[in-house]
């Protein structure tokens, strides 16, 4: 906690010049993510889940590859905008049904910015039951930074925030426009404890650190060996 406030006070003056920056130039650090996701689907493509699908981008998106997608959201103003948002998409769902209560079978389950709001063990443990033998689980989430590893890469993601802004929405933002921001918490769990939650219930999972103040996690169900 010492070193993250002191980090935290260093930067105050920085952070306030980079907000601004952020401000005229932003961008969606959880959608930049979906090429990641879209780079790594699974070679079946039956069923999909969108855990937290928010405004139902990726859900959209998905659409486009899996026969049946299934966004689900705990926010009854974010189900309303992702079914606005995939009016005329006959092969999705959107709707509130717990994580534990997913239909098993499916051959990708996605959270983007998702896993910091849940029990992590009870998330992952639900994530491992509702993949079919093959199926992938891609995850773009958020922690808590304690150590210097994870201060510096914050630090980096803060510096070339606005640049990457400035690349992916050139023309300055006006002000007060762009859709309602998705709920949001801060997250709790560092990485390590996440690299730890993902190996008890994940064997073999990659856990990888990146800029924009996320990471990710990629795994694939092993393949029962005795299905035919």
Request: charged share 25%; net charge positive; with cysteine.
């Amino acid at each position: 906690m010492a070193m993250r406030d002191a980090v935290r006070a260093v930067a105050a003056p920085i952070g306030r010049g980079l907000d601004a920056a952020n401000a005229r130039h932003p961008w969606s650090h959880n959608d930049a993510f979906h090429s990641w996701i879209l780079a790594r689907l699974p070679a079946r493509r039956g069923l999909a889940h969108d855990i937290g699908c928010g405004r139902g981008n990726l859900v959209a998106t998905l659409a486009e590859h899996f026969e049946e997608v299934r966004g689900v959201d705990v926010d009854a103003p974010m189900r309303e905008a992702a079914r606005r948002r995939c009016v005329g998409l006959s092969n999705v769902i959107i709707d509130d049904t717990d994580l534990t209560a997913l239909p098993e079978g499916a051959d990708l389950v996605t959270m983007v910015a998702v896993l910091h709001h849940l029990d992590i063990d009870r998330a992952l443990a639900a994530v491992s039951r509702t993949l079919r033998s093959g199926g992938r689980f891609l995850c773009v989430g958020l922690s808590r930074p304690v150590s210097v590893v994870d201060h510096a890469f914050d630090i980096a993601s803060a510096v070339t925030n606005p640049l990457i802004g400035l690349v992916r929405h050139p023309r300055v933002a006006l002000a007060g426009k762009g859709p309602a921001p998705c709920p949001t918490i801060e997250p709790q769990l560092s990485l390590d404890h996440i690299r730890d939650a993902t190996r008890r219930h994940l064997p073999g999972a990659e856990v990888r650190r990146h800029l924009a103040f996320r990471h990710t996690i990629d795994w694939t169900r092993p393949r029962d060996r005795s299905a035919r």
